[in-house]
């Protein structure tokens, strides 16, 4: 089983939806969780920490469930610009490594 | 600015040549790390470092060896015993003993042929 899986997409969605993203992580002992964006080609760059409480930035939404051990992004207002990959990341229990979902691929039209 | 500065961006070679890439970072982390990303692929773990002159494999450490003589500094060479070396690589720098996220350099795509 992976550590950490997410849904490949692609979503297509148009400019102005509301998007949710979902990740789900194995191990429970995990300490860290955050969301990258991927562009094509490009380094996966911080888009959000995500904290237990849950955690806003303008329009992006992080959450977390530990019970369910599963990570959350939404997107509202979708931007033509929201278009890349996002990336789950989560942090082993003794931040010694990272693991990565395979992305999820967003596709804003307009 | 603090960063991250991976080296070549680009880098082109025959197959059976050793290949080093670069990886220098200025923000004073202690851990680094080196993932390989395939085309419509996740990241995958190479290498890390969590203090200088100590490292441990990561999940596909075959065919690539590190060092880390200081701390600003973590070079991969990808060597030819790396069945299949072209790929997207990324460098990347924590804090770990504070809950920090990775930052990443730019990246080298390396094509061997």
């Known amino acids: 089983r992976k550590e950490v899986e997410q849904d490949p997409g692609p979503f297509n969605v148009p400019e102005g939806a509301t998007v949710a993203f979902n990740c789900t992580y194995s191990?429970?002992?995990?300490?860290?969780f955050f969301w990258y964006r991927q562009d094509c080609r490009k380094e996966p760059k911080l888009l959000m920490s995500v904290y237990s409480s849950g955690n806003e930035d303008g329009r992006f939404t992080a959450q977390l469930n530990r019970a369910s051990q599963y990570i959350s992004l939404l997107i509202r207002d979708s931007k033509l610009s929201d278009s890349a990959t996002y990336l789950c990341?989560?942090?082993?229990?003794?931040?010694?490594?990272?693991?990565f979902g395979s992305g999820t691929k967003l596709n804003v039209k307009p | 600015d603090g960063g991250i500065t991976q080296s070549p961006k680009y880098l082109f070679r025959k197959e059976g040549q050793n290949v080093t890439l670069s990886c220098e970072q200025n923000l004073n982390h202690d851990a680094m790390y080196w993932y390989r990303q395939d085309p419509g692929q996740g990241l995958r773990l190479i290498y890390y470092s969590q203090i200088v002159n100590d490292f441990q494999k990561g999940d596909i450490a075959e065919g690539y060896s590190v060092s880390r003589e200081k701390k600003e500094s973590f070079p991969l060479t990808v060597t030819s015993a790396q069945k299949n070396p072209t790929a997207f690589y990324l460098c990347?720098?924590?804090?770990?003993?504070?809950?920090?996220?990775?930052?990443f350099g730019n990246g080298t795509r390396l094509t061997v042929t």
């Open positions: 191990n429970s002992a995990s300490q860290s």
């Open positions: 990347a720098s924590a804090r770990p003993a504070d809950n920090s996220p990775l930052h």
């Open positions: 990341v989560v942090s082993s229990n003794n931040f010694n490594k990272f693991y």
